[in-house]
Each structure stands twice: as C-alpha cells, then as structure tokens.
T-cell receptor, first 114, second 113 residues
C-alpha cells in the first residue's frame, strides 16, 4: 500500500513570496490533515478535511494560509505571502475516517523562508 | 489550548540500556499515542493507549496510560542503534474536532554503540 505522498520535499523562498505544497493521501482515506512542525517542536494541526469539507481550521492563519481538497482526494496548502516565521516542515497525514486513531504521515515539505 | 509537557528533552544512552520518557498534561485525554520520527521523515505510530491504566507493549516498547488520564510514559528496553530518533507523545480527544492530535515537544534519543 502506497503511503502519503508530498511534494516538493524542500522549498526555499524569500519572504513575501508565495508557495504551495501538495499532498496525496493513502487511497480511500477520507480524512486529511495538514500540520506545521517548527524545528524542535511537535507537529501542530493547521487544518483537517473530511472528504472535501473542512472539519477544523481553527489554527490556520487565514490571512496568509489557505488549503483546499476539491475532489476529496489530494490537497494543496498555500502560503501567500510567506513570513520568516513560516519556516518549518509541513506534514500531511491521512486516516481512514473522522476520529480514526491512526494517522499516517507523509515525509513532509521543509520550507525555508529567507 | 491544551499543552503536553514531555521529558526529558534529550537522552544520551549506551546501547543495551533501558530508556524511560514521559508526558504530562494539564487536562485529560481519551487516548494517548506515542510516535517516533526519523530525520527527514514523518512521525510513525508506535503504540496507542485507549483506557486509563492500560499497559501496552510492542516488542521492546512498553507504554502506559496514566490512571488520571493526564499522563503517559514510554519505556524502551535493551536499546539498539536504530532506536535513535525523536519520540513524541500525543493526546487525542473525541468531540468537536474528532481525531485531532496534540503533540508534545519530543524526546531526542541518541544511542552510543
């Protein structure tokens, strides 16, 4: 079974530029999560989708971050414009259904904002 | 919001030694989970605990769900070099945002051969 795929693996941009990350969850998984992991910290949830609907985006900085999962499969997370403090690893995870205990994580995208 | 305190922050041990790390919270959780993260990879689930007082093993790993539901510990017996990595605890509640995980800051484990 293929795992969660993410791209790109690394991205370096300058502040005020825009960036987008892509995630393809495990086939058949209804729930998709985006996490931000700052160096030395645990992952922090940004947004949770159930199929193509948003379940929780309470910790998403909506003035600059946006995410979509239009067809209920893959998802994109965008930052526009980026700030220095956005430098982090952005992890995508999926699980079979809402409330399912095991979330399967992708390898992440490491973003550096200069 | 809910926060988890994980300790120790880092550990340097000799191969073959046992390891213990723990996690505490100011509020209760319905589920405790322990993850391991290798460099450049996402976290991988090691053990999930569903009931207060539960003790669960997975090979050389043993974890317990505290009776107060506010803490958990993870033990690794007879450590080996591949145990190197960052171990995260995570708490989970059901309700408004089902499935959301709250992570600790991690314990970085280094093993000297």
């Amino acid at each position: 079974e293929a795992g969660v795929a993410q791209s790109p693996r690394y991205k370096i941009i300058e502040k005020r530029q825009s960036v987008a990350f892509w995630c393809n969850p495990i086939s058949g998984h209804a729930t998709l999560y985006w996490y931000q992991q700052i160096l030395g910290q645990g992952p922090k949830l940004l947004i949770q989708f159930q199929n193509n609907g948003v379940v929780d985006d309470s910790q998403l900085p909506k003035d600059r971050f946006s995410a979509e999962r239009l067809k209920g499969v893959d998802s994109t997370l965008k930052i526009q414009p980026a700030k220095l403090e956005d430098s982090a690893v952005y992890l995508c995870a999926s699980s079979p259904g809402q409330g399912a205990l095991e979330q399967f994580f992708g390898p992440g995208t490491r973003l550096t904002v200069l | 919001g809910q926060q988890l305190n994980q300790s120790p922050q880092s550990m340097f041990i000799q191969e073959g030694e046992d390891v213990s790390m723990n996690c505490t919270s100011s509020s209760i959780f319905n589920t405790w989970l322990w993850y391991k993260q290798d460099p450049g990879e996402g976290p991988v689930l090691l053990i999930a605990l569903y009931k207060a007082g539960e003790l669960t093993s997975n090979g050389r790993l043993t974890a317990q769900f505290g009776i107060t539901r506010k803490d958990s510990f993870l033990n690794i017996s007879a450590s080996i070099p591949s145990d190197v990595g960052i171990y995260f605890c995570a708490g989970q509640n059901y309700g408004g945002s089902q499935g959301n995980l709250i992570f600790g800051k991690g314990t970085k484990l280094s093993v000297k051969p």
